[in-house]
Nanobody, 119 residues
Framework: QVQLEESGGGLVQPGGSLRLSCVPSGTIFSIYSMGWYRQNPGNPGNQRALVARIIINGESQYADSVKGRFTISRDSTKNTVYLQMNNLKPEDTAVYYC??????????WGQGTQVTVSS
């Protein structure tokens, strides 16, 4: 079973930056999208919410709360996806999960990486 390997989380002060990376341990065929979701146990409902994703045709989609601050990109030769996070805010604190979705809606998920924004 292919695993998604995430890196780049950590503790950062408000206004700071982090870059998340996600690479699969093997080859995944028929990818529809690659992206990032986040989940904060302290939030009501504790839903895993879309942060950003990039469709295989190159279209990028962002949550309204991160537009202008976060940028998703990919290296198609390595099937690697990145999330550049700038001007981080305390409300960005969450566990961030990498997601690869296939055309048949099958999802691969990473194990999650903690991002904490605090002074």
């Amino acid at each position: 079973q292919v695993q998604l390997e995430e890196s780049g989380g950590g503790l950062v002060q408000p206004g700071g930056s982090l870059r998340l990376s996600c690479v699969p341990s093997g080859t995944i065929f028929s990818i529809y999208s690659m992206g990032w979701y986040r989940q904060n146990p302290g939030n009501p409902g504790n839903q895993r919410a879309l942060v950003a994703r990039i469709i295989i045709n190159g279209e990028s989609q962002y949550a309204d709360s991160v537009k202008g601050r976060f940028t998703i990109s990919r290296d198609s030769t390595k099937n690697t996806v990145y999330l550049q996070m700038n001007n981080l805010k305390p409300e960005d604190t969450a566990v961030y999960y990498c997601n690869f979705r296939k055309w048949n809606d099958y999802d691969y998920w990473g194990q999650g990486t903690q991002v904490t924004v605090s002074s």
